[in-house]
């Protein structure tokens, strides 16, 4: 896909990695709705702020009304509670798949019929090593990015026939609000957002935007064991 001239909208745009995707894409001659539950905090030169919650049908239904002309769609907002499954609140483990399948799903329905009348387009979305292999303290997260990773192939499949391009970003840590409180090495966002937007521009169905993402994809090869060795007894 061109991504200069395109129009895209990026979900979660006012911090972290959406800023850095807002920014790349304005800097490749796009022009850039930036979704953010709270527009005001928006501050991007060359922007145009959209109010936006994924998880809320009717924000979600007036962002689509206000805009009509995206090409590109980044679904990138996201959320954290770093949860068990076991153990962690049922309100937490809602909220993640709230925020990260239904809202991915809403705002993928929502914005198909302007791709199609845009000729396809494209659909990038930010999943994480964790669609492939869960961390017992985080699996609520992790249970909400594999289900955004089938998500991401059936709408790959199911838009094929209008055309759309559908890319996945897996990525490890990178150095956002998100993963501040984590000391393993992270990533620089702006990087990955190149990384990611140079995927779509070539039309790469996947992105693994650092060693660890390609580490673990090689390892699903190798089944269960191989991803948790500590089952292996």
């Known amino acids: 896909m061109q991504i200069e001239g395109s129009t895209a909208l990026v979900t979660g745009a006012n ?32 922007v145009i702020p959209v109010a936006l919650d994924v998880t809320d049908p009717d924000s979600v239904a007036a962002a689509a009304a206000s805009t009509g002309d995206v090409s590109l769609l980044i679904n990138n907002a996201g959320s954290s509670t770093v949860t068990s499954l076991l153990e962690g609140s049922l309100a937490d483990i809602e909220l993640e798949m709230n925020t990260h399948f239904f809202g991915t799903l809403a705002v993928s329905r929502a914005f198909a019929p302007q791709l199609a009348a845009a000729g396809g387009g494209a659909i990038l979305n930010v999943l994480s090593v964790l669609s492939w292999v869960s961390l017992p303290g985080n699996s609520a997260y992790c249970a909400a990015k594999s289900a955004e990773w089938s998500l991401t192939n059936a709408l790959r499949v199911e838009l094929a026939g209008q055309g759309t391009q559908v890319t996945a970003l897996h990525v490890g840590y990178m150095d956002t609000d998100m993963a501040a409180h984590v000391t393993s090495p992270k990533s620089d966002p702006a990087v990955v957002a190149k990384l990611a937007l140079d995927g779509v521009a070539d039309g790469q169905f996947e992105v693994l935007a650092d060693e660890l993402s390609q580490q673990v994809q090689r390892g699903l090869a190798g089944g269960v064991a191989a991803l948790y060795p500590q089952l292996a007894g």
């Open 15 to 46: 911090r972290g990695l959406g800023r850095r995707f807002a920014e790349e894409l304005v800097a490749r001659g796009a022009k850039v709705y930036a979704g953010a539950r709270r527009p005001e905090a928006v501050d991007l030169p060359g």
